[in-house]
């Protein structure tokens, strides 16, 4: 008898409490959006359309239906609030946003029901990139045999990371001879991509895997191994963060102990979106970025993602050099104390000093 008391009250004790729980106001206090509820819609701007930095978007509104008017309105930019909307126009000037895809929302009230509808919009470069040319100072040689994917300068050599499966591979380069010093084998399943260092320790990201690691800059042993959410292309390292590129027109700023995002930059010149970024090496505050397929270098402002500057290579590897496993450009390399930069390709047989402008 006892037992079915305990029991009953037991029931009773957590049906109270589920109750006090529906009738919590902190339940209540912030408002639920009616999907049955049609006040507005956004007719411009369009869905992905582009604009200029300091362009005033034009934000053109429609009442869903003549007989019901919302009691207000709030445009929201990022999540951040603009204000409440008097009318159902209004001028939008971006002067002060930054560059990339930027979400517009409305959200209107009736009653203490709300509805929101949003749109995506871009905002490109207002400013033509500078053109740089470039002359060549040294030429030194490069192993053939070398799919590069990554590339910087340390204490005197190149540190190379090379890829295709089965033939990935990170190496210690003697600059002038183009000997290989030091290297070590990535499994076969891995294709090796972008290397930098920071800290003291070597990091090399892989393709597709989602899949990094970290060696000892003197031994080239694995200390640890890391993993990210998108495809490795290119990286970098810029004050305390890596920078990585996906082949996209996005930057990720990353933190290096657990590779979490920090930020991400969205990269624009002032035609569009700079797509196919790759080999990424950090200049006295800036970000030179090689655009795969293509004899370019893009020169990034990291803050805003504007493109500053562009190089075009194409005259850089003589008809003399090329040869049939020949491929694309893409290695960058600076040599901070010496101001040397070097540049070079997919199985190229040169490394190139170049100085620009």
Not at 281 to 292: R, S
Request: glycine letters at 8%; a neutral charge; hydrophobic letters at 35%.
């Amino acid at each position: 008898m006892n037992r079915v008391l305990f029991f009953l009250s037991g029931l009773m004790l957590l049906a109270m409490l589920a109750c006090d729980h529906r009738k919590s106001p902190e339940t209540q206090r912030v408002p639920k959006q009616d999907v049955s509820l049609q006040l507005i819609g956004i007719t411009k701007p369009t869905n992905g359309q582009l604009f200029d930095l300091g362009d005033e978007i034009q934000i053109s509104l429609k009442l869903k239906s003549d007989s019901i008017s919302p009691d207000s309105i709030v445009l929201y930019v990022d999540n951040e609030r603009v204000g409440e909307l008097t009318s159902l126009e209004y001028s939008l000037a971006t002067q002060s946003f930054s560059l990339g895809t930027r979400q517009l929302r409305v959200t209107a009230w009736r009653k203490g029901q709300r509805q929101t509808a949003s749109v995506g919009v871009k905002l490109k470069s207002n400013i033509e990139p500078l053109k740089l040319s470039y002359r060549v100072v040294n030429t030194y040689p490069h192993d053939i045999e070398a799919y590069t994917q990554g590339l910087f300068y340390h204490n005197g050599y190149f540190i190379e990371s090379t890829g295709q499966r089965g033939l990935s591979s990170l190496r210690r380069v003697d600059i002038k001879t183009g000997k290989v010093l030091q290297s070590v084998n990535l499994d076969t399943r891995y294709f090796g991509e972008g290397t930098t260092i920071y800290d003291g320790e070597i990091y090399q990201i892989t393709w597709t895997s989602r899949k990094g690691f970290v060696y000892n800059p003197e031994t080239f042993n694995l200390i640890r191994t890391f993993d990210y959410p998108t495809q490795g292309w290119g990286l970098t390292t810029m004050d305390n963060m890596l920078v990585m590129s996906d082949g996209s027109n996005v930057l990720y700023f990353l933190e290096p102990k657990s590779f979490t995002e920090i930020k991400r930059v969205e990269v624009f010149d002032n035609l569009g979106l700079v797509n196919q970024l790759n080999e990424l090496e950090l200049i006295k505050g800036k970000i030179y970025a090689n655009i795969y397929l293509t004899n370019k270098i893009v020169v990034i402002d990291p803050t805003s993602g504007r493109v500053d500057a562009v190089v075009n290579f194409s005259e850089l590897l003589s008809e003399k050099d090329k040869h049939k496993d020949i491929d694309v450009f893409n290695g960058i390399a600076w040599d901070s104390k010496g101001s040397r930069l070097f540049v070079t390709g997919k199985n190229w047989p040169k490394v190139f000093e170049v100085e620009l402008n």
